[in-house]
């Protein structure tokens, strides 16, 4: 079967910088994305990643590892805003995306 | 600004009730979709539609259909709602080119008594 695993919450002090992982394992691999999506609205685009590497992004930065079937979302200098929860999916094969449930940041001053 | 309306954020049905879910997009995507939203799990796709008047089965179709008559209008209908049905319903649409980013509504929270 197809699986998205991203940790289902981290906490993060104000002015840090945090690290949120996603691990897959899919029938095929045409891009990975990150949503961030704040309680009760929309999820909005953060990153696409397709591509070995690390794409940066003012603040946040997106790294892909296909090989290993990994990617990360760092986020630096964490504002109070940056509480959300964050989304991985990876389109496959098919060119479906498959979700992670998504990681609560919880960010503390 | 909005580009992705939905046009319920509350609904409050009983089961057995016939549910519109009405969504419209102002950026002329060919794409739309709609997705379920449960605490736990990932988006679920429930249908998307690539041009008008056509739609495709997502993973889990069961118990709803959908509708698009217009390019930016999909719609999401739910023919006799079961409490399983409560949930948060999403509807997106990108274009069919590129990464194919999904630009999201601001949902639909259905309950179903």
């Known amino acids: 079967g197809q699986n998205i695993d991203q940790p289902t919450e981290m906490t993060a002090t104000e002015g840090a910088i945090v690290q949120i992982n996603c691990t897959y394992q899919t029938s095929g691999f045409n891009g990975l994305f990150w949503y961030q999506q704040h309680a009760g609205e929309a999820p909005t685009f953060l990153s696409y990643n397709v591509l070995d590497g690390l794409e940066e992004k003012g603040r946040f930065s997106s790294f892909l590892s296909r090989s290993k079937g990994y990617s990360y979302l760092l986020l630096k200098e964490l504002q109070m805003k940056d509480s959300a929860s964050y989304l991985c999916a990876v389109k496959d094969s098919n060119y479906q995306l498959i979700w992670g449930a998504g990681t609560k940041l919880i960010i503390k001053p | 600004d909005v580009k992705v309306t939905q046009s319920s954020r509350y609904l409050v049905k009983r089961t057995g009730e016939k549910v519109f879910l009405e969504c419209v997009q102002d950026?002329?995507?060919?794409?739309m979709f709609w997705y379920r939203q449960d605490p736990g799990l990932g988006l679920r796709l429930i249908y998307f539609s690539y041009d008008v008047k056509m739609k495709e089965k997502g993973d889990i179709p069961e118990g709803y259909s959908v509708s698009r008559e217009k390019k930016e209008r999909f719609s999401l209908i739910l023919e006799s709602a079961s409490t399983n049905q409560t949930s948060m319903y999403l509807c997106a649409s990108s274009f069919n080119s590129g990464a194919n980013v999904l630009t999201f509504g601001a949902g639909s929270r259905l309950t179903v008594l």
């Open positions: 950026m002329d995507h060919e794409n």
